[in-house]
């Protein structure tokens, strides 16, 4: 595959009404299917978190190889997690002093402590590029339907793709049952687009991580992202 940047260019003026906060925390390890886990932890802490329509918690990524050791695909085996690992949840700005009422809790995840600690406030980004590593589009069967789904929901949201990649797909489990979900990356997005998909996000399931874009730069990590 052949995939080459524009020139990064700095917007002076990103819009901050919806942002990340990203939280260190002290946790050893946690499942690889930790998502339904971790958000049911924090809707009991942050009981507000699922009705707020831009608002979603990340799902804690570990690099999939590193010195030697391999991401398990195992949903059950554990992710070993790094002092630098964070918990990162986008909400809009009028939630971000709610947020902070996370500090200092402990979290039970699939009976894993996660002690929460200081938190910081990030921007989004308006690179042209972005990632999701689960989208989850329930009338979708098969891939094809998965990107006319997308394709559509783009429409809605005033937003023309140049450039869509459908990865994997993933299956995450939800109180015993399994939801499927796909990675997608999306390219060549005007500035003002990046930031409207970041914010408002595609699918259902952003409380548990699903349809939340990041900004992707490295073409390196594409086979690992979408393989």
């Known amino acids: 595959m052949y995939w080459e940047e524009k020139p990064d260019e700095k917007s002076k003026n990103i819009p901050d009404n919806v942002l990340d906060v990203v939280f260190g925390i002290s946790c050893r390890t946690l499942p690889v299917d930790h998502a339904y886990a971790l958000s049911a932890a924090i809707k009991n802490e942050l009981d507000w978190i699922d009705d707020e329509p831009c608002a979603g918690v990340h799902a804690i990524h570990v690099a999939a ?55 910081s406030e990030k921007k989004l ?23 006319e789904e997308v394709f559509r929901a783009l429409n809605e949201l005033g937003i023309k793709p140049k450039k869509m990649l459908c990865g994997k797909e993933t299956h995450v489990s939800v109180k015993g049952d399994l ?37 992707h730069k490295d073409i390196n990590e594409v086979g690992e992202m979408m393989g």
């Open 65 to 119: 190889s590193g010195n030697g050791w391999f991401r398990p695909d195992d949903a059950s085996q554990l992710l070993h997690l790094s002092r630098r690992t964070k918990l990162t949840l986008r909400v809009p700005r009028q939630r971000i002093n709610d947020a902070k009422a996370l500090i200092g809790k402990t979290l039970d995840v699939g009976g894993n402590s996660l002690t929460i600690n200081n938190m």
């Open 179 to 215: 939801l499927t979900t796909r990675s997608l990356m999306i390219a060549d997005l005007s500035s003002a687009d990046s930031i409207l998909l970041q914010q408002q996000g595609l699918g259902s399931h952003r409380w548990m991580g699903c349809g939340i874009f990041l900004p």
């Open 125 to 147: 980004s308006d690179i042209a590029t972005l990632f999701s590593r689960y989208i989850v589009i329930e009338s979708a069967s098969n891939e094809n339907q998965f990107m």
